[in-house]
């Protein structure tokens, strides 16, 4: 009996300690809870990456604010900038600026979103998310034009990534 109630307290604690993904398509099990996010590459006219340190000029984190407005005021929103990196045998050779947050704020009601580079004016960035799919940014403008989006190979690895013209 002790060796029975010893195994249904193990079973019951790693139901609990693991949160499940019901995606239909993987295994239940415990996997790893993860939430889509825009992913932004920011090149200046001549298309030079400006996250990138060795670029002339570029965009350091203290220098970048992403933010939306709530009665007048700055709320800012978390980023992050990750660089170049190797898919396959795809380099991709350019710097991103990921956000998670814009997106839970889009999708709780937020609409209009601001990335403002240094003393430059901030640029309003809009996201147009398919109602038909869960999270899937279908078009992302910004000052009302319409971000490129990446549709390479890697797309598959890196999902919701624009490029921005400066």
């Not at 993860?34 to 992913?39: D, G, I, K, Y």
């Not at 203290?62 to 660089?83: A, C, D, M, S, T």
């Amino acid at each position: 009996m002790k060796k029975f109630i010893l195994a249904f307290l193990v079973v019951f604690a790693a139901n609990l300690g693991c949160k499940k993904l019901d995606d239909g398509d993987k295994p239940c099990a415990c996997s790893p809870i993860s939430e889509p996010t825009l992913v932004l590459v920011l090149k200046n006219a001549s298309g030079a990456d400006v996250l990138n340190p060795v670029t002339s000029g570029y965009f350091s984190n203290n220098n970048i604010k992403l933010y939306y407005l709530e009665g007048g005021v700055q709320k800012q929103l978390n980023f992050f900038v990750r660089p170049s990196f190797s898919y396959g045998a795809e380099k991709f050779d350019y710097y991103q600026l990921h956000s998670s947050e814009i997106i839970r704020q889009h999708v709780s009601g937020r609409k209009d979103f601001y990335l403002k580079l240094r003393d430059n004016e901030p640029k309003k960035i809009n996201l147009e998310i398919a109602t038909d799919k869960q999270f899937s940014i279908e078009k992302v403008l910004v000052d009302g034009t319409v971000a490129t989006p990446e549709k390479g190979a890697v797309s598959s690895y890196v999902q919701h990534m624009f490029y921005v013209q400066l």
